[in-house]
T-cell receptor, first 110, second 113 residues
Framework: TQLLEQSPQFLSIQEGENLTVYCNSSSVFSSLQWYRQEPGEGPVLLVT?????EVKKLKRLTFQFGDARKDSSLHITAAQTGDTGLYLCAGREGGNQFYFGTGTSLTVIP | NAGVMQNPRHLVRRRGQEARLRCSPV?????VYWYRQLPEEGLKFMVY????????ESGMPKERFSAEFPKEGPSILRIQQVVRGDSAAYFCASSGALNTEAFFGQGTRLTVV
């Protein structure tokens, strides 16, 4: 059973464009993390959101946690080639177990 | 990656051999998670351990796979009698009891020939 579904699965855009990646679930999470993974490397934590409706900004990246704490979005403004990678969301239900999404593979074309 | 160390980074095994993957968590972290990743795919949960205890192994195959996190030393993921289908990247993450985040190691890439 896949608790977290991410969309789109693959995304290819031109440098300078904006994009949004979605992470959806029917489960409520006590916290949700976004990671970025580059080929051959481990996932690197970008942000954690905890409160329903919370919005966090990290330079050109904006993360939002849904009011019901079941979904999240990642918006990137003016994408750069360095943003290329696999974006993963992960939710924590209350215990210590983390559930990962299916991933969104982003390619930014120069 | 906040100090999670995995070794080896690359491991080649012949079919039928054993693979032992090691994970040293961030100092002070008592929770370890193992994930498996195939190319172009997300992370698939395998097992979650706290010191000396397996909390959830629902994602780990019942046969040939085992994991431990002893009181002293790293967590070990052991795969006996490896088959080609075991070829993948295996990632370990750790978290503290009161933290919400998990930090990942750089993974071990297992190739079975």
């Amino acid at each position: 059973t896949q608790l977290l579904e991410q969309s789109p699965q693959f995304l290819s855009i031109q440098e300078g464009e904006n994009l949004t990646v979605y992470c959806n679930s029917s489960s409520v999470f006590s916290s949700l993390q976004w990671y970025r993974q580059e080929p051959g490397e481990g996932p690197v934590l970008l942000v954690t959101v905890v409160t329903g409706g919370e919005v966090k900004k990290l330079k050109r990246l904006t993360f939002q946690f849904g009011d019901a704490r079941k979904d999240s979005s990642l918006h990137i403004t003016a994408a750069q080639t360095g943003d290329t990678g696999l974006y993963l969301c992960a939710g924590r239900e209350g215990g210590n177990q983390f559930y990962f999404g299916t991933g969104t593979s982003l390619t930014v074309i120069p | 990656n906040a100090g999670v160390m995995q070794n080896p980074r690359h491991l080649v095994r012949r079919r039928g051999q054993e693979a032992r993957l090691r994970c040293s968590p961030v100092k002070g972290h008592s929770h370890v998670y193992w994930y498996r990743q195939l190319p172009e795919e997300g992370l698939k949960f395998m097992v979650y351990l706290q010191k000396e205890n397996i909390i959830d192994e629902s994602g780990m195959p019942k046969e040939r796979f085992s994991a431990e996190f002893p009181k002293e030393g790293p967590s070990i993921l052991r795969i006996q009698q490896v088959v080609r289908g075991d070829s993948a990247a295996y990632f370990c993450a750790s978290s503290g009891a009161l933290n919400t985040e998990a930090f990942f190691g750089q993974g071990t890439r297992l190739t079975v020939v």
